[in-house]
Nanobody, 124 residues
Framework: QVQLVESGGGLVQPGGSLRLSCAAS????????IGWFRQAPGTEREGVSC????????YYADSVKGRFTISRDNAKNTVYLQMNSLKPEDTAVYYC?????????????????WGQGTQVTVSS
C-alpha cells in the first residue's frame, strides 16, 4: 500500500527555520512529481511548492519564494521542504502529495496520493 509520511513540523519562532520531510513506502518518489501543500484553519488547501520528475523543475508560491526550498534525496526516497525566515502566516498543516503524471503543479486536483500532514506553528 502506497503511503506518504510527513515529519519535521513543530513550533518555531518568527524568523526561524524548519525542514519538512516526506518519506514514502511502496512508491519511488523520483519517478513522479511531488507537491507540498498547506491548509490553515478556515482556508482552502493551497500549493506551496512542487518538483517535477525528469528535469526536476520547481514551482514556488509567491508567498514563499526566496524562503522555501524543495529538494529530493532519491537514495532515501524522500522529498524535503526547507523553510526559512518563517512568518506567523506560514502556520498551517503541511501535506505532501504525489502526482503520477510527473508534472509539478500547484493544483491539488492533479495529485493522486496524500500524506496525513504535519503541523507547523510559527509564533512567539
Amino acid at each position: 500500500q502506497v503511503q506518504l509520511v510527513e515529519s519535521g513540523g513543530g513550533l518555531v519562532q518568527p524568523g526561524g527555520s524548519l525542514r519538512l520531510s516526506c518519506a514514502a513506502s511502496e512508491v519511488t518518489l523520483s519517478y513522479y512529481a511531488i507537491g507540498w501543500f498547506r491548509q490553515a484553519p478556515g482556508t482552502e488547501r493551497e500549493g506551496v511548492s512542487c518538483i517535477s520528475s525528469g528535469d526536476g523543475s520547481t514551482y514556488y508560491a509567491d508567498s514563499v519564494k526566496g524562503r522555501f526550498t524543495i529538494s529530493r534525496d532519491n537514495a532515501k526516497n524522500t522529498v524535503y521542504l526547507q523553510m526559512n525566515s518563517l512568518k506567523p502566516e506560514d502556520t498551517a498543516v503541511y501535506y505532501c502529495a504525489v502526482n503520477y503524471d510527473g508534472l509539478g503543479s500547484p493544483n491539488i486536483y492533479e495529485y493522486d496520493i496524500w500524506g496525513q500532514g504535519t503541523q507547523v506553528t510559527v509564533s512567539s
